[in-house]
């Protein structure tokens, strides 16, 4: 069947630091790949997407990049700021119903 | 545009109570999306309209829950009667018509949160 598998948090770091979210996938067919923000009080928000083998999503300063031989989805942003603290999920979508399969997200908070 | 709206934003009630959670796609959005997560777990598919017709519903959990998009526009889900496992974050979301066979992306609700105890 169809999965996602990302790192568990919650990830902690200071402002300025390296950040990597681990993200893996299994699918039946030819997904598309997708990183949601969701910030404290509101909703789930697109932050990247990318659509096919070696395409690299980015968005805000993050980065993704679609490896169909590693099966991954990693998220990673050079330098992080407070306000990037945030529920991060991977999702993947297969097919034409457009219904998208989610990973169980990373908190990820970032001090000053 | 306005968002996609949903409400109440949180509520909580009785196990054997009765809930309805409420959603608003963004207008003329066809596809609407209801998703549900459950504390520390995945967010998962509960089910999919295109306007009014139920296209895909196989992520409901069971027979205690029932969604409805009366003419196309808002849609309801109602959860009758509500158990605690229930408990979770209720997400919707609406997008536009299929583009060359995909979907194209979604905006979501801020959700509801749902407490059953």
Not at chain 2, 8 to 32: A, F, M, W, Y
Request: contains cysteine.
């Amino acid at each position: 069947g169809n999965s996602v598998t990302q790192m568990e948090g919650p990830v902690t770091l200071s402002e300025e630091a390296f950040l990597t979210i681990n993200c893996t996938y299994t699918a039946t067919g030819y997904p598309s790949l997708f990183w949601y923000v969701q910030y404290p009080g509101e909703g789930l928000q697109l932050l990247l997407k990318a659509t096919k083998a070696d395409d690299k999503g980015s968005n805000k300063g993050f980065e993704a990049t679609y490896r169909k031989e590693t099966t991954s989805f990693h998220l990673e942003k050079g330098s992080v700021q407070v306000s990037d603290s945030a529920v991060y999920f991977c999702a993947l979508s297969v097919g034409s119903q457009g219904n998208l399969i989610f990973g169980k997200g990373t908190k990820l908070s970032v001090k000053p | 545009e306005a968002g996609v709206t949903q409400f109440p934003s949180h509520s909580v009630i009785e196990k054997g109570q009765t809930v309805t959670l409420r959603c608003d796609p963004i207008s003329g959005h066809d596809n609407l999306y209801w998703y549900r997560r459950v504390m520390g777990k995945e967010i998962k598919f509960l089910l999919h309209f295109v306007k009014e017709s139920k296209q895909d519903e196989s992520g409901m959990p069971n027979n205690r829950f029932l969604a409805e998009r009366t003419g196309g526009t808002y849609s309801t889900l109602k959860v009758q009667p509500a158990e605690l496992e229930d408990s979770g974050v209720y997400f919707c979301a609406s997008s536009q018509e299929r583009i060359q066979g995909r979907v194209r992306g979604y905006t979501f609700g801020s959700g509801t949160r749902l407490t059953v105890v």
